[in-house]
């Protein structure tokens, strides 16, 4: 069964990974699992401090290049009844520094107490503008 928006956003906005889609080069999807904070009509994410191959992250190259950008929370139950999943569609920005970062990182400490044991400093947010909050229920 189809979610109105309102109850889209709001499963969305109780999940806790996001599976964020940006736009390759070449047209393809790139996926990445990202934790999340929602106000409004906006979704925020962190890069944050944990280990990774480099500082620049695809996903920012590519939002750079192309913000449209699509999320995804679901949920699995082996009762399939009980599966859902929460869509956001807009537009990606990069915030680097400034008090809209410091506001995603706040909300992002609160939401996830794992992030305030994390050693080293967090990086840019990812703030999406969301055009659109679709979804789907089994029940």
């Not at 940006?22 to 994410?45: H, K």
């Not at 506001?103 to 400490?109: E, G, I, K, P, V």
Request: zero cysteines; aromatic letters at 8%.
């Amino acid at each position: 069964m189809r979610l109105d928006s309102a109850e889209a956003r709001r499963r969305f906005a109780a999940g806790r990974v996001a599976y964020l889609a940006t736009l390759r080069s070449d047209g393809t999807a790139a996926l990445v699992p990202i934790v999340f904070d929602v106000v409004g009509e906006r979704v925020a994410s962190l890069v944050d401090p944990k280990p990774k191959r480099t500082p620049e992250l695809a996903r920012l190259r590519h939002i750079a290049r192309d913000p449209r950008v699509t999320l995804l929370v679901d949920h699995y139950e082996e009762e399939w009844q009980r599966l859902w999943w929460a869509r956001a569609v807009g537009v990606a920005r990069v915030v680097g520094t400034g008090p809209e970062r410091d506001a995603a990182l706040a909300r992002l400490l609160t939401k996830y107490p794992q992030y305030e044991r994390l050693d080293g400093s967090f990086g840019d947010a990812v703030i999406v503008e969301v055009e659109r909050w679709t979804g789907w229920s089994a029940s």
